[in-house]
């Protein structure tokens, strides 16, 4: 079993839809939770922390399930721009700060 | 501020070559990392190093070796290059364990193919 599970998609939708994202961890000692976004053939960034108690930046809200080991990612309003492929990434261990990344999930907006 | 670099952006070499992949910082970061990212499959990480002088192996370390020069750069090397090394390598650095965060700040890649 993958440490870091994500429905690899792709997720097609159109613009101004709301989409969700859940991705399942496996470690239940996963201390730090992350969204980042790959964009094609480039680098992958920040999108934001995933907090316990939930967090929201302006149409990206991010959920932690801790008893249930998964984080969701809900997009509001999606843009064009938005099109991209989304990792959820887990922080396995604080000593060393390693990172474990799940996959991706794909999603293409359309006009 | 350039972030975190690489060199080179892409690369061919043939099975049995070797070559250095070269990763600099900017950012004062403490930790460096190097990771892999083959399709359909998450990034892996390769080696990483909390601090200059100390290097450890992550995931899939074997058919690399690291050096930390010092506190910018991170090299990774492939003493004799393998098909199974395609993949597009990406250097990435932290503030971790200073700063209070652990994100993680990424190089635009190398794109590695070994024919």
């Known amino acids: 079993r993958k440490e870091v599970e994500q429905d690899p998609g792709p997720f097609n939708v159109p613009e101004g839809a709301t989409v969700a994202f859940n991705c399942t961890y496996s470690n239940s000692a996963s201390q730090s939770f992350f969204w980042y976004r790959q964009d094609c053939r480039k680098e992958p960034k920040l999108l934001m922390s995933v907090y316990s108690s939930g967090n929201e930046d302006g149409r990206f809200t991010a959920q932690l399930n801790r008893a249930s080991q998964y984080i969701s990612l809900l997009i509001r309003d999606s843009k064009l721009s938005d099109s991209a492929t989304y990792l959820c990434v887990v922080n396995i261990d604080n000593a060393g700060n390693m990172l474990t990344f799940g996959g991706g999930t794909r999603l293409m907006v359309k006009p | 501020n350039a972030g975190v670099t690489q060199t080179p952006k892409f690369q061919v070499l043939k099975t049995g070559q070797s070559m250095t992949l070269q990763c600099a910082q900017d950012?004062?970061?403490?930790?460096m990392y190097w990771y892999r990212q083959d399709p359909g499959m998450g990034l892996r990480l390769i080696y990483y190093?909390?601090?200059?002088?100390?290097?450890d192996k992550g995931e899939v370390p074997n058919g690399y070796n690291v050096s930390r020069l010092n506190k910018r750069e991170f090299s990774l090397r492939l003493e004799s290059a393998a098909p199974s090394q395609t993949s597009v390598y990406f250097c990435?650095?932290?503030?971790?364990?200073?700063?209070?965060?652990?994100?993680?700040?990424f190089g635009p890649g190398t794109r590695l193919t070994v024919l």
């Open positions: 950012m004062n970061h403490n930790s």
């Open positions: 190093s909390a601090s200059e002088g100390t290097t």
């Open positions: 990435a650095s932290s503030s971790f364990p200073s700063g209070g965060t652990d994100t993680q700040y």
